[in-house]
T-cell receptor, first 112, second 115 residues
Framework: GDSVTQMEGPVTLSEEAFLTINCTYT??????LFWYVQYPGEGLQLLLK?????DKGSNKGFEATYRKETTSFHLEKGSVQVSDSAVYFC???????????FGKGTTLSVSS | DGGITQSPKYLFRKEGQNVTLSCEQN?????MYWYRQDPGQGLRLIYY???????QKGDIAEGYSVSREKKESFPLTVTSAQKNPTAFYLC??????????????FGPGTRLTVL
């Protein structure tokens, strides 16, 4: 079945470091792909999404490119801030399009 | 402002008691969802509803029940049959696009602790 695999955390970085969080997927066809972010004690917020192959989603300095050749949707940011500390989830729709399948989440901790 | 509200934020219950978690949205979305989040396990789908008066089981529906009598509301009942109910519960809604999937909007969550 469809699935999402994220790199395990925690990821610990210093402020202004480069961030990559890997996400690969298994799916039938070319579904939309999503990155969500969860700040401590809160619900999830959509960070960015891409709806077709080669699309690049971007928001708040984060980017991710939908690569069908490698079935990947890696999240990147050129210079992280302490305020980026959160849990990041990669997700895609299930085959029926009735719900999202989430990865297990990657915790990012940024120190000043 | 449009959004999703969940109440209460923290909930404590004794073992063996049923408890109902509230979820309300004013986004005019047709679809609503309940997820359970446990440390290191990501989100797991409990129930979802694509339209009023209809709902479907997700991956971990055992021990839970829902109703969808109004478009705006999708309450979740955690019954005494749920073996390990202590968790963070998240409600979400979306405008469903069958076969494509669409952005889900999440509430702030309810942390349930069973004593």
């Amino acid at each position: 079945g469809d699935s999402v695999t994220q790199m395990e955390g925690p990821v610990t970085l210093s402020e202004e470091a480069f961030l990559t969080i890997n996400c690969t997927y298994t799916a039938t066809g070319y579904p939309s792909l999503f990155w969500y972010v969860q700040y401590p004690g809160e619900g999830l917020q959509l960070l960015l999404k891409a709806t077709k192959a080669d699309d690049k989603g971007s928001n708040k300095g984060f980017e991710a490119t939908y690569r069908k050749e490698t079935t990947s949707f890696h999240l990147e940011k050129g210079s992280v801030q302490v305020s980026d500390s959160a849990v990041y989830f990669c997700a895609l729709p299930n085959q029926a399009g009735t719900a999202l399948i989430f990865g297990k989440g990657t915790t990012l901790s940024v120190s000043s | 402002d449009g959004g999703i509200t969940q109440s209460p934020k923290y909930l404590f219950r004794k073992e063996g008691q049923n408890v109902t978690l509230s979820c309300e949205q004013n986004l005019n979305h047709d679809a609503m969802y309940w997820y359970r989040q446990d440390p290191g396990q990501g989100l797991r789908l409990i129930y979802y509803s694509q339209i009023v008066n209809d709902f479907q089981k997700g991956d971990i529906a055992e021990g839970y029940s829902v109703s969808r009598e109004k478009k705006e509301s999708f309450p979740l009942t955690v019954t005494s049959a749920q073996k390990n109910p202590t968790a963070f519960y998240l409600c979400a809604s979306s405008i469903p696009l069958a076969g494509v999937g669409d952005t889900q909007y999440f509430g702030p969550g309810t942390r349930l602790t069973v004593l």
